[in-house]
C-alpha cells in the first residue's frame, strides 16, 4: 500500500473509533451500535480495491477489538472487517467511482447483514453466545438501520477524501515528467523541418553546401521538381 493511503486510513479509522467508542455506544440504542468504523473501511475499500480493503478491514478491527471496553476475543472483529473489506473492494469501477448513490446504499446494506451473521458465527465457533441474548433478528435490523442512517453522511466524505488523494498523488508523479523530443528525433528532425544542418563559408571561392535549408525539408513532398541546392552546381 502507499504511503498517501495509510496514512488517511489510520486518520480516518483512528476518528471514527473514538467517535463510535465515545460517542455512539453511549447512546444506549436499542439493539446493535451505530458502526462506524465499518462505514469507514467501506468508504475506503470503494475506492482502493479488494486488496487494500483487506488490510485496512483487518487494521481496522484488530484496533476495534483492543479498543476498551473489550469484550470479545483479539482478532474476531479484524476477521470480519477483512473479509468484508475485500468483498466491498470488489464492487470498485474501473475509474473509482460509482455512476450512482445506489450501489454505495445496497453494499452498505450487506456489509450491516454480512458483518452481523459473520461476527455472531466466528462468535459462536469461540464458544462466545452473547449475540443470541439480544436476538439475531434484532441486531439485524438495528444494525442495517442505524448503518443506513449514517452511510449519507460518513461514506460519500471518505470516498471523497480517498479520491483527492488518489489524485494529488498522480498530479505529482505526472508533473515531475517533460514533454520533449523522443531518442532519435533530435538526429532525424532536419529530414522533415528543413532547419538541419547548415554549414559554414569555405575561405575563397563561394560557399559550401547548405543541406535542408529548404523550406519544407528534404521529405516536403510539395513538388516533384528537383530542389537547387545554393552553390550545388545544378546536374
Not at 23 to 46: C, E, K, T
Not at 135 to 153: C, E, H, K, R, S
Not at 164 to 189: D, I
Request: charged share 15%; with cysteine; glycine share 14%.
Amino acid at each position: 500500500m502507499r504511503i498517501n493511503r495509510i496514512l488517511l486510513s489510520t486518520v480516518l479509522v483512528a476518528v471514527a473509533l473514538v467517535v463510535q467508542v465515545g460517542v455512539l455506544a453511549r447512546l444506549h440504542l436499542p439493539g446493535a451500535v451505530p458502526d462506524l468504523v465499518l462505514l469507514v473501511v467501506l468508504g475506503l475499500s470503494m475506492v482502493y480495491g479488494h486488496v487494500a480493503g483487506a488490510f485496512i478491514g483487518f487494521g481496522a478491527g484488530l484496533l476495534a477489538d483492543l479498543a476498551p471496553p473489550s469484550d470479545h476475543a483479539i482478532g474476531r472483529y479484524a476477521l470480519v472487517l477483512c473479509v468484508i473489506g475485500y468483498v466491498a473492494g470488489l464492487t470498485r469501477p474501473d475509474k473509482s467511482q460509482h455512476r450512482s448513490a445506489s450501489m454505495p446504499l445496497i453494499v452498505v446494506v450487506c456489509a450491516a447483514i454480512g458483518s452481523t451473521l459473520l461476527y455472531a458465527g466466528v462468535g459462536s465457533l469461540a464458544g462466545d453466545n452473547a449475540g443470541h441474548t439480544v436476538g439475531i433478528p434484532l441486531l439485524l435490523f438495528t444494525a442495517t438501520v442505524y448503518d443506513l442512517v449514517l452511510a449519507p453522511f460518513s461514506v460519500p466524505l471518505v470516498m471523497a477524501l480517498a479520491r483527492r488523494s488518489e489524485k494529488a498523488l498522480a498530479g505529482e508523479s505526472s508533473g515531475g515528467t517533460q514533454s520533449g523530443p523522443m531518442p532519435g528525433e533530435a538526429a532525424y528532425g532536419w529530414l522533415s523541418t528543413g532547419s538541419g544542418l547548415r554549414m559554414s563559408r569555405s575561405g575563397r571561392g563561394g560557399r559550401t553546401p547548405r543541406i535542408g535549408s529548404q523550406r519544407g525539408g528534404l521529405l516536403s513532398g510539395r513538388s516533384n521538381k528537383p530542389a537547387r541546392l545554393k552553390g550545388v552546381k545544378r546536374l
